[in-house]
């Protein structure tokens, strides 16, 4: 830190202080690095430096059969290994020209559906973490609990799940699948409540949110960031909708839309999208078709030449795995399309000008997964 | 990570590579006929090892719908060839006309989001890597890719003028690919240390390769594994 | 005799108690502000749908204990490019101040730790706010940005606060016309009535700024962990880090015992003049035997013996209490230990109560921003605070030289702070909303983009 300051004191002017946020700090949400150019305590600029965590995983890919690289994705967002492993799947299927069965579809929603509730739940306790709330992290990680306990009953696995296969999923969903994720849900529509009466009127809170880390639509697009980050700038714009997958385009729900794109309205739209994910659980519950859950898909994965591009709608933005084949057992190049990496760009745009309370406000707000941005 | 001794690094792993060859067995799977570049020569698999109910026909198909012949009537020569695989269409273009295409695509075609921007590796080609802009329309629910032949020695315009999503992802193809970008304001690695030998998502680069005198100065350990 | 032995013998003569009272500070406020802790550990465990301590003891009773041990025995860590002398003084004189302004508080009419000198209140308060000095000479000492900045918001913020509870204060201080600990509690007993009754207003601005002024949550900013790591104590550790600790939880005390002496009334009991509420004074024995009674009745559930035996000799512990305190209502001889110990137990609570508020507040709400700390703090709290002293000083005058009511006078004052208080708040509302519009982030006109990252 003493090295880097002096370093830069030749570089930046002499009123300028750098500060070292991280790798080894309570609120960088794993080990990113941003250094801040600071003027006493408001922000002139950021830089991050991240890679702490890269573990090649693209390059493992090339190494692996597709269905040996199927669980190295569940450790990129590690708090939504589901979402991560649904993309994947389906994006393999397309190279192979197959598709799940519809049972398989179904229970791949609810799942993924289920995952996206942790996943929030994860980002608003440590986010109300970050500001200084200490409760609403318990009762984030008491939810989630329940959330982990039906993946565990169901693949045994409670953070990388490896829930689905290539094809369809491995396992049927146990007795009392429908009656845990219902009893979840009837339940959490009473906890999401007790989220909103500590946070959602409160006015400290309203005060460290509102107008901090704001980004209008237009610089949302130019900079990638999607998911709740774009949608809070009122895009009414959300992958499930737009090229409905999996069994999306069955279910009823509301795309939720924000309005000053600040860190507020972000907050909003990701509460308001838990309430519509268990609403999606509810409907998708009541009707399981029967029927199959593994499509026609060979031992050894042979997918023709050629290439794939396929996206979809992680709890954090677009999930995208861009897939090559060359016609052998292992794919000649997989690449990941990570939501946070791209999100974690607009830190700069938002952070500047603010304060250093603030970027620990909006580091927050963008979700970030310090395993995925890195790989 | 070392524990399965399979897998070639390449599919031309017969080729002599300076670092593939050495980790990889001589008990390659037979299926090395498969063509390393699919754009040109897209040859279906023979054997009956994929499960579809049809055996795959030819996945590629050449394009030739409104999209691309705006394309080719703006830009004549540069777009080298337009195909559809699996339903996705994709357009080869010239590098030399990469940020005019860019930008038509942004301003004409409103392909507004540049979703992701990477690189293949095809050692074996005469040029050798491929970058992949993925394009996403918002107005028309679409996307498109833009693949550019890049020779090992050539650089690209940068995107990142036209999209700034681009500043972090032409970073990442930097350090991964070692094509750089010019014009781009901070060209640097993203992810490996800055003293970083070597760019490991190319296909010569073992996968058990590493900057041994980096990790022995840095981190203090003789080797990574 | 030599002439120097003589000089320690009348000195010590003179002093002993002095002296006596500070080897019990010394000996005892580590060991409450221990069990604080592990209050406060339970408690928020309790609001977080968990358990909390539970290893060390039953329930984890011994766990401060254990904590104490730990941090004694941990690795000194003094930084490369620290300076030394003041890093090693800097936590001592935050604790001195905390300790040393102990000194002149009342624990009840029996228990002043030291002597009743007439500028009382003023000492606590004036001594507490040097433990300013070691924050900050802390934070620049250990040579770290996240201390400098801790140590830097922390001045602000304390010289900020430090203002409005002293008008706070005043306001209490006119009421009772002194600054003797003891007659300030002797005039409330007079008046019949706690002064937070009177006044409001200035009892919710102690709270608040006595808030910031400890660094507790939600102005916890000078050691925002998601911040600044620990702010000005992030280089320290094991003992030295320990008595910062120390000296925030004595900090605490203080002021709970400044806010239970002026605003609620000391060691009184509730209603210490209405004689149909005597049957108060019972209550101090039946509470511990309460408790005490249900250690008992935990006792049994406990899964090993030696917690079991731990349960017991709590349980005895308490009886004992109950019967210390109960033994002077019953013996006729012994009446006059009465106003001593139950004074003690009432002061006790109080503060235990003021403390339980800190907690709460904790665990409940965020943290504000730095800006927004300065800003309720000059553009609110110390105007209110100005307009209560001089509404509390009107309303004496006119119940003095007027003769009205004293409830109607302070009624219309208090009416008056409020009305004054909304404004204020509107006002603050109305620049925030221009401040936000009028200023959107300043956009760097970044010549290289070299951060843009």
Known sequence: MQDDAAQNQTLLGADELVLNMGPQHPSTHGVLRVKLKLDGERVRGTECVIGYLHRGVEKIAENRSYQQFAPYVDRMDYVAAVSNGLGYCEAVEKLLNVEAPPRAKVIRTIMTELQRIASHLIWLGTHALDIGALTPLFYCLREREEILKIFEKYCGARLTTHAFRIGGLQYEAYDSFEKDVERFCKDFERRIQEYVDLLTGNSIWIGRTRNVGVLSAEECIALGASGPVLRASGVKWDLRKAQPYAAYDQYKFEIPVGTNGDTYDRYMVRMEEMRQSRLICLQAIENIPAGPIMGKVGKVLKPPAGEIYHSIEAPKGILGYYIVSDGTTQPYRVRIRPPSFINLQALDKMARGHLVADVVAIIGTLDIVLGEVDR | MADEPKAPQSPESPKPDSAGAKSAPPTAPASAEAAPFPAAKPAAPARPAPPPPKPPVVMQIPLDNDLTKRYREQFGAAILDAIEDRKQPYLVIAATQLAEIARYSRDVEKFDLLEDYTAVDWPRREKRFDLIAILYSFPHNMRLRLKIPLAADETAASLVEIWPTANWLEREIFDMFGISFNGHPDMKRILLPEEWQGHPLRKDYDILQQDTAWVRENLGIASGQ | ?453
């Not at chain 3, 300013?132 to 913020?157: C, E, K």
């Open chain 3, 1 to 453: 005799m030599s002439p120097t032995l003589q000089a320690v013998l009348a000195f010590v003569q003179t002093w002993w108690v002095e002296l006596v009272s500070g080897v019990v500070i010394v000996a005892v406020v580590p060991l409450v502000a221990g069990y604080i802790v592990l209050m406060e550990r339970k408690l928020m465990a309790d609001m977080q749908a968990r358990l909390g301590p539970m290893r060390v003891g039953p329930h984890g009773l011994l766990q401060p204990i254990a904590d104490a041990v730990k941090l004694l025995i941990k690795e000194d860590i003094i930084p490369d490019n620290a300076d030394k002398v003041v890093f090693w003084i800097a936590p001592v004189v935050s604790m001195t101040a905390a300790l040393t302004s102990m000194g002149a508080i009342a624990f009840g009419p029996a228990f002043q730790v030291a002597r009743d000198i007439n500028v009382g209140l003023l000492f606590v308060i004036g001594v507490s706010s040097l433990g300013i000095f070691g924050i900050v000479l802390g934070g620049w000492a250990s040579n770290s940005h996240y201390s400098i900045m801790g140590a830097l918001r922390s001045t602000a913020q304390l010289v900020s606060y430090e203002t409005a509870a002293g008008l706070a204060l005043v306001s209490g201080l006119l009421l009772a016309g002194t600054l003797k600990i003891r007659a300030i509690v002797d005039a409330q007993q007079h008046f019949g009535v706690w002064f937070v009754f009177l006044a409001p207003v200035a009892f919710f601005i102690y709270v608040v700024a006595s808030i910031a002024e400890t660094n507790r949550a939600p102005f916890d900013l000078p050691e925002a962990e998601s911040e600044l790591v620990a702010g000005y104590m992030t280089e320290y550790s094991g003992f030295r880090w320990a008595l910062y600790f120390l000296g925030e939880y004595a900090n605490m005390i203080v002021v709970g015992a400044v806010a239970t002496t002026l605003f609620l009334g000391g060691w009184l009991r509730p209603f210490p003049n209405v004689r149909w509420m005597n049957w108060l004074d019972a209550l101090p024995a039946l509470f511990t035997a309460a408790v005490g009674a249900y250690c008992v009745y935990r006792a049994g559930k406990q899964p090993v013996r030696v917690q079991t035996w731990f349960m017991w000799g709590v349980a005895l512990a308490c009886f004992v209490v109950a019967l210390i305190l109960a033994v002077p209502l019953l013996v006729a001889p012994l009446k006059f230990l009465v106003p001593g110990l139950h004074g003690a137990f009432w002061f006790l609570l109080k503060i235990s109560a003021y403390i339980y508020l800190f907690m709460w507040l904790r665990f409940t709400l965020p943290r504000y921003r730095f800006d927004q700390l300065m800003h309720l703090g000059w553009y609110i709290l110390i105007p209110l605070a100005i307009v209560n002293v001089l509404a509390v000083g009107v309303a004496m005058i006119l119940e003095m030289e007027y003769g009205w009511n004293r409830w109607l006078a302070m009624l219309l004052t208090t009416v008056i702070t409020l009305a004054t208080a909304l404004f204020l708040l509107r006002l603050n509302d109305k620049r925030a909303a221009a401040a936000s519009s009028a200023a959107p982030p300043p956009e760097e006109p970044s010549t290289e983009d070299s951060y843009a990252g």
